[in-house]
């Protein structure tokens, strides 16, 4: 099914290590982004790369770097993994024109110990 | 920037009831709100938007209503079912606009429970 596709679905990590968290999308969306979600505090905004060859920050990008692949993919990485990047991790990809909404992948849950 | 507020943060109903929720924004130039339903385990899915032409929208058992003037606007379920319990994101965003302005905004949820 044509949709965003995250992985892994689950990750544990200690104190320091690094991951990368990967996301392809196949609806030819032109721009992607990350989010993190934590209880209360919704879906924040970590990164976003409105076209290929362009990525910006957004509200949380401290502890993150990100790399557009190419129109497909889109990803995330974690140098230093601290206990305050547990959270669940979103992907998602639009069209240029936001009314189309996003399309959301099924999320990655990290923790680190 | 763009600020979202949205209540209840949790809201419990039984079967058959109706649900509300509500957001407010700051930015008088937002044109979209977009609402997301987010089930258990997976990522938030559109479900229905409004933009700021038009002061009410509906589907089925789900409306969406948009107050301009006040700058707040909320999702009213109907005859709710368990399958309607989720956590529910409204979002603010302005179309037709470059950079980065055009992301949504988003509240911080609510978790809706229906109970049988």
């Known amino acids: 099914n044509a949709g965003v596709t995250q992985t892994p679905k689950f990750q544990v990590l200690k104190t320091g290590q690094s991951m990368t968290l990967q996301c392809a999308q196949d609806?030819?969306?032109?721009?992607m982004y990350w989010y993190r979600q934590d209880p209360g505090m919704g879906l924040r905004l970590i990164y976003y790369?409105?076209?290929?060859?362009?990525?910006d920050k957004g509200e949380v990008p401290n502890g993150y770097n990100v790399s557009r692949l190419n129109k497909r993919e889109f990803s995330l990485r974690l140098e230093s993994a601290a206990p305050s990047q547990t959270s669940v991790y979103f992907c998602?990809?639009?069209?240029?024109?936001?009314?189309?909404?996003?399309?959301f992948g099924s999320g990655t849950r990290l923790t680190v110990v | 920037g763009e600020n979202v507020e949205q209540h209840p943060s949790t809201l419990s109903v039984q079967e058959g009831d109706s649900a509300v929720i509500k957001c407010t924004y700051s930015?008088?130039?937002?044109?979209?709100f977009p609402w997301y339903k987010q089930e258990l385990g997976k990522g938030p899915q559109l479900i229905i938007d409004?933009?700021?032409?038009?002061g009410e929208k509906k589907d089925q058992r789900i409306a969406v209503t948009l107050n301009k003037t006040a700058k707040h606007f909320s999702l009213h379920i109907t005859e709710t079912q368990p399958e309607d319990s989720a956590v529910y994101f409204c979002?603010?965003?302005?179309?037709?606009?470059?950079?980065?302005?055009?992301?949504?905004?988003f509240g911080r949820g609510t978790s809706l429970i229906v109970h049988p």
């Open positions: 998602a990809s639009s069209l240029r024109d936001p009314r189309y909404g996003y399309t």
């Open positions: 609806m030819n969306h032109n721009s």
């Open positions: 790369s409105a076209s290929e060859g362009t990525t």
């Open positions: 930015d008088s130039a937002s044109n979209y």
């Open positions: 409004i933009r700021s032409n038009v």
């Open positions: 979002a603010a965003s302005k179309m037709g606009t470059s950079g980065g302005s055009y992301i949504p905004t």
